[in-house]
């Protein structure tokens, strides 16, 4: 699901379980939704955080099992809280990723990962691809093999300042030790502030 669509789609069923949800104010009103880090396509993501403004008070309880009673399979409320962080507290992100490949897939990427520099390409604002070092970015990881590839753990840099997509690193990976990826899985388990506790 894309970022839009799953803005669209929480607007929807704040409508549908009718939680007194704040509007935008001008031509085109529309629900105050605002994500923390959004997900690229085709990532999951366990424990996402979203900000929704309220015009009147209702129990935080109330308000997860109406959206819950109303969202679609594989979205759900775990849980709401007054907010305790903002969003340029965020430093970093914890990814769980399962690989399938070549029998020695694993042993080559922990051997890439640990590699001093890792440079690869990426656009910048003007569209153009500049080089740019990927290490600094990784703040920790673990590999293990599996049956049919790799897991691999790691944590990346994330937020305003500086945000490393992971699949910016498989790509960098297949690229340069020529392993063909056969099947990716992405989940974001986690996103971390300085103090490395949750974003909240």
């Given amino acids: ?9 929480f607007g929807r069923y704040l409508r549908r379980a009718a939680i007194p949800f704040w509007y935008t104010e001008g031509f085109n009103p529309h629900p105050f939704l605002t994500f923390a880090l959004p997900l690229s396509l085709g990532t999951a993501g366990m424990r996402e955080s979203v900000d929704i403004k309220l015009t009147e008070d209702m129990p935080l309880d109330t308000l997860c099992e109406r959206l819950n009673g109303c969202l679609p399979e594989g979205l759900r409320i775990i849980d709401a809280a007054p907010p305790v962080k903002k969003a340029t507290e965020i430093t970093h992100s914890l990814y769980r990723i399962a690989i399938s490949g070549s029998d020695d897939i ?9 590699s001093e520099e890792i440079v690869t390409q990426k656009k910048n604002k003007k569209k153009k691809l500049v080089d740019i070092n990927l290490k600094p970015a990784i703040k920790e990881f673990s590999v293990s093999k599996t049956d049919d590839g790799a897991l691999l753990c790691i944590a990346l840099s994330s937020g305003c300042t500086e945000n490393v997509n992971p699949s910016l690193v498989l790509d960098a990976f297949s690229n340069q030790t020529g392993h063909a990826l056969d099947y990716v899985d992405i989940i974001r388990e986690r996103i971390l502030c300085g103090d490395s506790g949750d974003f909240e």
């Fill in 1 to 9: 699901m894309s970022h839009l669509d799953l803005v669209r789609c």
């Fill in 106 to 114: 694993a042993t080559a990427l922990e051997a890439f990962l640990s």
